[in-house]
């Protein structure tokens, strides 16, 4: 049997390119279209995804793939260097582990509505925004990707299941 496809027996042949589409801040109608496949599909095979990496959310499997180097490949989006808040950090760092807002908000001691802000803070400086992105599914993806590409984040070694 040709297992030359898998990576460590987790990822498909499409994987790394819905993966990379949602790197880029795509939404998945976008990535359909990009790569010719009906929407329901795509849908089905990053939720599929998710559950085999265990991921929270299209961000969470995002960041397990720069973790696990899968992404490493992907040639950075040039960005100018920008600071990020420390507090800025913990919440990157905490979506990027594939918590929600809600949870966020607990781990920090915050409200729901000031972690919000700081989202919508690291999207603006790390110029996420496109038009006709869904903000908050397409923007998280896409700053969780760029953090790790700026070294905002450092992909630590996690281990394949």
């Known amino acids: 049997m ?28 976008e990535i359909a279209a990009a790569i010719g496949t009906p929407y329901e599909t795509l849908r089905n095979r990053i939720l599929r995804l998710r559950q085999r990496l265990g991921a929270a959310s299209c961000a969470h499997a995002v960041a397990i793939a720069y973790r696990r180097g899968w992404l490493s490949g992907l040639t950075a989006e040039p960005r100018p260097s920008v600071l990020l808040s420390a507090r800025q950090r913990q919440v990157l760092a905490l979506m990027a582990d594939g ?6 908000a607990t781990a ?6 000031t972690t919000g802000t700081h989202a919508r803070r690291i999207y603006a400086v790390l110029e996420t925004s496109r038009p006709g992105a869904t903000p908050a599914k397409a923007a998280r993806c896409h700053a969780i990707a760029l953090a790790y590409q700026h070294g905002h984040l450092i992909p630590t070694k996690e281990q394949s299941r």
């Open 2 to 29: 040709n297992r030359a496809w898998a990576v460590h027996g987790v990822l498909r042949p499409y994987d790394l390119m819905a993966l990379a589409g949602l790197a880029r801040g795509r939404s998945v109608q």
């Open 99 to 104: 918590l929600t807002n809600r949870q966020i």
């Open 108 to 113: 920090l001691g915050i409200s729901e509505d």
